[in-house]
């Protein structure tokens, strides 16, 4: 009996052990089978990589069913953040900064097919050869997001599933200061122009 006893206690474990590895193994297979499969190839987009690279990584997430112009008006708006101060001055760093787009929070690697990311790149390109494009916000269309109701310069493009804007501030009040000192500034402007045509 007193050799019985160690017997089934070593048993109990191993059944046991048994269990949580097939268990384990279960819900590794059951995890993979809903994982997305990619049928084109995976780019890593991090931090780590060019600012082309970078680039061409947020436009295609951002912006890829857009076709190139879409691409490329996102990526102009990474290099005017980069440019305004108010952002970090790398647009890699402008891209992975937090809560700025919302894909560098949940993947850091792409599914892309190879049209898609071929226009990422030359968007990518285009935007670095066209330079900042001074919007400095955008949001989907489909959706309207409270901050967007303090925005001025207001843009939207055919076929861009996009609204950008130029200046966006922080409540009502400092939206009204805003568009008083630019009324007055133009008023000066008119006044000044005039007298120079007489």
């Not at 997305?36 to 970078?54: E, L, Q, Y």
């Not at 952002?87 to 919302?102: E, L």
């Not at 001074?134 to 303090?150: M, Q």
């Amino acid at each position: 009996m007193k050799t019985l006893k160690p017997l089934l206690t070593l048993g109990m474990i191993l059944v046991a052990l048994l269990f949580t590895v097939s268990h384990a193994e279960a819900a590794k297979k059951k995890r993979q089978s809903r994982a997305p499969r990619c049928a084109g190839k995976i780019v890593n987009c991090s931090n780590t990589g060019s600012i082309d690279h970078c680039l061409a990584c947020n436009a295609h997430q951002e912006a890829a069913s857009e076709g190139l112009q879409g691409m490329i008006r996102v990526s102009r708006v990474v290099l005017t953040r980069a440019k305004s101060g108010l952002y970090p001055r790398n647009a890699c760093s402008v891209i992975f900064q937090k809560a700025q787009f919302s894909w560098t929070a949940n993947r850091r690697a792409a599914c892309v097919s190879d049209k898609s990311w071929t226009q990422a790149k030359k968007a990518a390109e285009v935007a670095l050869q066209s330079g900042p494009s001074g919007k400095l916000y955008f949001h989907a269309a489909y959706v309207r997001p409270r901050w967007a109701r303090f925005c001025v310069g207001r843009e939207r493009h055919a076929g861009d599933d996009h609204i950008y804007y130029s200046k966006c501030f922080r409540d009502e009040q400092q939206m009204a200061r805003y568009k008083r000192t630019t009324r007055s500034s133009s008023r000066v402007a008119d006044v000044s122009d005039s007298r120079t045509s007489r």
